[in-house]
């Protein structure tokens, strides 16, 4: 476990490197950024360099007793909160983080300090948020706390002044499409996935797992027939039929994708498109930015009724049909 690990990420593992041979880490500090950017990881990394025997300019040594331990989570003085998951959503409890303020306040067993990582920091209920700020305001002076969030503005206000926050920025296309490569992946398939991954390697990875480079191109043809007016009813109930068998996730990544693809018809001149390489074929969809706002607006609201217990073909054939019926 190093941090040559990471894709990408230069200059924020730098920074990372220097506050910790620096002896200068803060006690709390928030790694932000999308989901699967590589923050896990990297907090894993800056816990086995922080507990480590032998660290070597803010890098682990990866050979003594407690970088192992760290890499098999096993370590005493590491110590991780993650959401747990119900039948509607993934939390953080209090208990969770009553149970990890009484580790905090013990001294540590193998290293001169504590490291508590908080996975998905953002999914604190108000209970938790609050049970964790008094520690935060108060830590144990061998403690450091690291939470990681993909949307930082749902951490509390006061938490957030209280850390030090560390961004990490979305990856390019081209260091996701070069990563792929490197792990097997076709090319033109690495290329594909590149640019839909929205600069997360490991959007990447769930997208050539579940085939995202399909469930776009699905999306697209979908969006093709509402222009030229060929989406029947008959497309409509089949692919209801087709999706009845799908997750519910896979069923929000292709909305998703409609919802990218719209924002790219309407917006080309303006802003970065989502599909750059889909450019030639977008710029045959002529639809109108009334008709393609009333879309946008319309896969937003099925899209939040995907979280209900609603039947999920039904879901889909009256959003397909709402599409078609925009005007």
């Not at 300019?57 to 590491?78: K, M, N, Y």
């Not at 690291?146 to 260091?175: E, G, W, Y």
């Amino acid at each position: 476990m190093n941090w040559n690990d990471l894709i990408g990420h230069a200059t924020t593992i730098s920074y990372i490197k220097k506050t910790i041979a620096e002896e200068k880490f803060p006690h709390a500090v928030i790694f932000s950024g999308v989901e699967g950017i590589g923050k896990r990881l990297a907090a894993e990394i800056c816990a086995a360099a922080l507990l480590c025997e032998n660290p070597n300019d803010g890098s682990p040594c990866g050979e003594c007793g407690s970088c192992h331990l760290v890499a098999a989570r096993s370590h005493p003085d590491f110590y991780i909160v993650e959401a747990e998951a119900t039948k509607t959503t993934r939390n953080i409890k209090i208990g969770q983080i009553r149970d990890m303020q009484t580790e905090a306040a013990l001294k540590p067993i193998n290293s001169a300090r504590r490291v508590v990582l908080i996975d998905g920091a953002e999914l604190m209920n108000r209970a938790a948020a609050n049970c964790l700020l008094k520690t935060i305001e108060e830590p144990p002076s061998q403690t450091i706390f690291i939470l990681l969030t993909a949307n930082r503005s749902s951490l509390l206000m006061t938490i957030r002044s209280r850390c030090r926050t560390v961004h990490f920025d979305k990856l390019s296309p081209a260091q996701i499409e070069n990563e792929l490569i490197n792990r097997g992946v076709e090319t033109m398939e690495a290329a594909r996935l590149s640019v839909i991954a929205d600069g997360s390697f490991g959007r990447a990875l769930e997208l050539k797992e579940s085939g995202g480079a399909e469930l776009r191109e699905a999306a697209l043809d979908t969006v093709e027939k509402i222009f030229r007016a060929e989406l029947s009813n008959e497309d409509i109930f089949k692919m209801g039929a087709d999706v009845a068998e799908w997750s519910r996730e896979r069923f929000a990544d292709f909305v998703v994708h409609v919802q990218k693809i719209l924002r790219d018809i309407c917006f080309v001149e303006v802003l970065e498109p989502y599909n750059p390489d889909l450019a030639a074929r977008l710029s045959g969809i002529k639809i109108p930015e009334r008709k393609i706002l009333s879309m946008i607006e319309t896969g937003a609201e099925f899209h939040r009724q995907l979280k209900s217990n609603a039947n999920l073909r039904l879901l889909v054939e009256m959003y397909l049909l709402s599409l078609r019926r925009i005007h």
